[in-house]
């Protein structure tokens, strides 16, 4: 094999820290024109240092198409313990919502471009969700609108703690989408280095849209959304994908996943990476290189709207900066933290640098 240049080295170790950085990204660390980066990994493949489907994406940015649901969020906040078979007194806030479009409108409060697809009702629901997140930063062109369907509902039941009580989840509109109904154009698919999906896709849909990313060579990620919804994304295998325990043990195909390696099991399974949540506890990491814990950030509120979602969005944000595994998910904790200090999932959060928060991270190894 012949010896790597001086440069190629530098891009080598580059590539070490961070498999997941775009030409555009290893072009800024090192200084150098993202034209020399692609002529050196065109050298490295011809050398044998870079084998099988590429990391490095050239791309013209770093951006994130987030593909999945777009709805409208209902947040009913109990003032007082929830009594089951009675009425319980609350207060309710509507928001724009649904997976897809929060990770979008999160990624988009870091200063990232942020790119959403996905299916809306031609009502007013549909539209005023749209124009909400366009004002948020979100490139919404690629929004398709289902004539005689409508937008989907999501109504979260929060207690006086901020906890979850129930969720109701009207996705109809998600059911009957093919791949080809909301694909966006090949055009925007180049313009991406990360794709992200949502288990409120149908099977096939989530599918195709692997298919798709590994035909474009875009890194993919996918949330398993609910553990009813989980079992919708369990045979595909991701670079990374994010859920939390109970979401875990059924991509993991078991009743119950281990707390303290269920991210490990996951990359053990044929997933790139995992991230898998535990609530007030924080959120673990593994990927082929090493295995870590990010502790959450105390918040105030407590309100776990959207609170996942924004660590979906911050990890990603941080990956598109150049950031390893380990500090994204930090960034997404302080996200998450920042989401965890409102009411509802939607509300445009400040522009987060994607630096690291060491008091927020352990590791189980260093990488």
Not at 43 to 49: E, H, I
Not at 106 to 129: E, F, M, N, W
Not at 249 to 272: C, F, S, Y
Request: glycine share 10%.
């Amino acid at each position: 094999m012949v010896d790597p240049t001086p440069q190629e080295r530098r891009l080598l170790d580059a590539l070490q820290d961070n498999p997941f950085l775009s030409q555009q990204s290893l072009a800024a660390r090192l200084r150098i024109s993202r034209s020399t980066v692609a002529s050196h990994i065109r050298s490295l493949q011809a050398k044998g240092y870079i084998e099988g489907r590429a990391y490095i994406l050239n791309t013209p940015e770093d951006a994130v198409l987030c593909i999945g649901g777009i709805n409208t969020d209902v947040t009913f906040r109990l003032s007082a313990p929830f009594i089951p078979g009675t009425s319980n007194i609350g207060a309710a806030t509507e928001t724009p919502g649904g997976v897809a479009r929060n990770v979008a409108e999160a990624i988009a409060s870091t200063g990232t471009r942020a790119i959403l697809a996905g299916p809306i009702g031609d009502d007013s629901r549909g539209h005023a969700v749209v124009n909400a997140t366009s004002r948020s930063g979100v490139d919404c062109s690629a929004v398709a609108i289902q004539n005689g369907a409508s937008t989907g509902t999501y109504t979260a039941v929060i207690d006086p703690t901020g906890s979850l009580v129930m969720g109701l989840s009207d996705m109809g509109i998600l059911d009957d989408i093919t791949w080809k109904s909301i694909r966006p154009h090949a055009s925007l698919m180049s313009r991406v280095s990360w794709m992200f999906i949502d288990a409120n896709l149908p099977p096939t849909v989530a599918a195709s849209a692997l298919e798709a990313s590994r035909a474009a060579g875009i890194l993919i990620t996918a949330d398993a959304v609910s553990v009813q919804k989980a079992s919708r994304i369990a045979g595909l295998r991701f670079d990374l994908v994010f859920c939390n325990v109970d979401e875990a043990a059924v991509l993991l195909g078991r009743r119950t996943a281990p707390t303290d390696n269920a991210a490990l099991q996951l990359v053990g399974l044929g997933h790139k990476a995992a991230v898998v949540t535990h609530g007030s506890n924080g959120a673990s990491w593994a990927n082929a290189r090493g295995s870590g814990h990010c502790r959450a950030i105390d918040a105030v509120h407590g309100d776990v709207t959207g609170a996942g979602d924004s660590l979906i969005a911050g990890t990603l944000a941080g990956l598109c900066k150049g950031d390893t595994l380990r500090k994204a998910v930090a960034l997404g904790a302080r996200l998450a933290a920042h989401a965890l200090n409102r009411v509802g999932a939607s509300q445009s959060a400040p522009e987060i640098a994607a630096s690291e928060h060491p008091d927020a991270i352990t590791e189980k190894e260093r990488i």
